[in-house]
């Protein structure tokens, strides 16, 4: 028996990676211009796309190899809609998310119920060993601890490199970045990959790690928290971070309270705070224009870019 | 001429139909069901019930489904079936019963069968259910023998279903504990946290785990997919599953409790075809198998299957005395009192929790 804190702490980390995963990537792309709403889609095609490999080959490390790729590729059907072809963002990203819950229900029936190898926890040597954060934070499957590298990576990334700046220029102002030569539509099209890549990989984490096997719409809408974590998160990579495991959190502490039969807060309420905050931040950075510029949103994000001749 | 012909042709036309229809034509029945025959959990019991329907009966029926009824599309589903001339419909899931209400008084010929629900007509459409919390109280009965007596329920919605159930398994424990002389704290036998849905893998993980690292010693699985059973032996904690047979998901359940729907279809159909179907609510029991145990974990000892099996016996017969008096709720209040059985009608409107669980029906 482990103490309570210690418990809900571990336990807000190894729930919300799927969800920080997809949120990173889907930062990714809304900082080069694209909106994607389908998410969900793609985690749900890489969550399936990842077991299938797993059961058929016994391969854990080719299954998440699979669902990132799928992810990708899912992710391109979006960046064609919206890059290429130039329609509507959101419809284009909603229609993915339907398509890929439908795709994913369809394929994977057979594989409802199947039972294949998965993702053990494996503590981390010797960082498992520092007393207390060890345990938090060093004793959990392999597919979480890529996390803590990606999260810093992205952000330093994004704000301390050349193609950070290249990516954030063209979601902020396409034409100029145009104008000093870089290729608009390719660095929107790579983004959009990677973040589906991500998306894909948060699906795998759910099939292959945390609730191992294929279920129907297994994702169970962490596609939609991810979208709303990015906003919570001001596209911000260590926000991000910070987003998913509060949700994590709070989700891990009301059950926990429920157990421990400690009433603090109703439930509902706790579970309603994280929403509150995202559509609190939106209400700031659509209402004040410097705002707006502080928390950076992409003032491209969500239209697709016409080159002047 | 040709008027004359074409009448003639009718009317030998007809009279064949008429007359060989009954000989050729299979009775149709059909199926509305929640979700994915292969959802592992609710609709997956529904299946089987089908495919034991087909397999008893499949010379004088012929059996259609849809999957993924939902409340929106319950009421054009089931108006389909009764256009398509199906002669029995069953509607396999709470939400379908207003639809199912007012399809059946549409087409009086048609009969209706509604799964899970309290609303019937006098004339097509009754209604069924079966005792699950009978199983509930042998996997109960059977954890308190091997000396489970800190337990952990993933439990769904706070309905007087899972309620009940949850009281049962309550009771069942209690009972084998004491026969097993284990000494327990008669205030927290089984502690119940709410899922407040019927299906929600990642959530049913979370709560197990959180279950076991609290230190509780076997995880009753409640909600509709086996993770919780599976997050439980993932913590090296036993589990008991819930709706099918989940060994083969979660290999450390030491039973589980099973939907046994086929019986019932079975024995209404041949109601119908002989005539002698009638509105009714039904309630099957172990007396009837509309419930069943699955096969004992290798590990459940011998001489508490014996035990265990013996108290299923006397269900079976119809004896059914698990809410028999005294029986205390959590604030120590007596609601059954001695002498005194729970009514079909009590057990259906339950809303209180017996002494021995620990946690709150949420508002």
Redesign the interface.
Known sequence: ??S?AL?VAK?SIT?SMAVLYATIGEIFAERSGVLNLGVEGMMLMGALSGFATVHATHSLWLGVGVAMAIGGVFALIHGFFAITLKVNQVVSGLALTLFGIGLS?FLG?PL??K?SVKFEPVSLYPLYKIPVLGDVFFSHSLLVYPAYLLVPAAYLFLYRTRYGLELRSVGENPSAADTVGIAVARLRYCYTFLGGVLAGLGGAY?SLA????W??Q?T?G?GWIAIALVIFAMWDPLRAAGGAILFGFI??FQ??C????ITVVP?YILRMLPYLFTIGVLVIITRWEAARKRVGAPSALGIAFEREE | MAKRLVLLLVVLLSVGLVFSAPCFAKMKVAFALL??I???GWTTAHYRGIQYLKKELGDKVEVSYTEKVLAANAEQVLRGYAKAGYKIIFATTFEHMDPCLIVARDFPNVIFEHCSGYKKNDTNMGNYFVRMYQAEYLAGYMAGLMGYKNV?TVATQPIPEPIRGINAFTIGLKKGLKEAHVPYNPQKVN?V??LKSWR????????A???A???HDLIRQMAD???SS??ACRKGVPAVGYGIDVS??APCALVSTEWNWGVYYVDTVKRVLAGTWKPAADWWGFDKKGIKLSPFNASVPEKVRKKVLAEKAFLEKGIDNIFAGPIKDQSGRIRIPEGRKASDQDLLTMRWLVQGV??KI?D
């Not at chain 1, 945390?210 to 096997?213: A, D, E, L, V, W």
């Not at chain 1, 429920?258 to 039969?261: F, L, M, P, T």
């Open positions: 028996m482990e309570g418990f336990i729930s229900d029936r409802i119920g039972v759910l945390y609730t191992p096997g279920k129907e297994m169970g962490q989700n891990a059950f926990y429920q157990a421990a039969g439930g | 979700w994915t292969d959802d592992m952990g502690t946290v709410w929600d893998a990642t959530n049913e993980t979370l709560l785990e959180t279950l690292s609290r230190g997919t086996p993770d599976i997050a083969a998901q620990s946690g949420p």
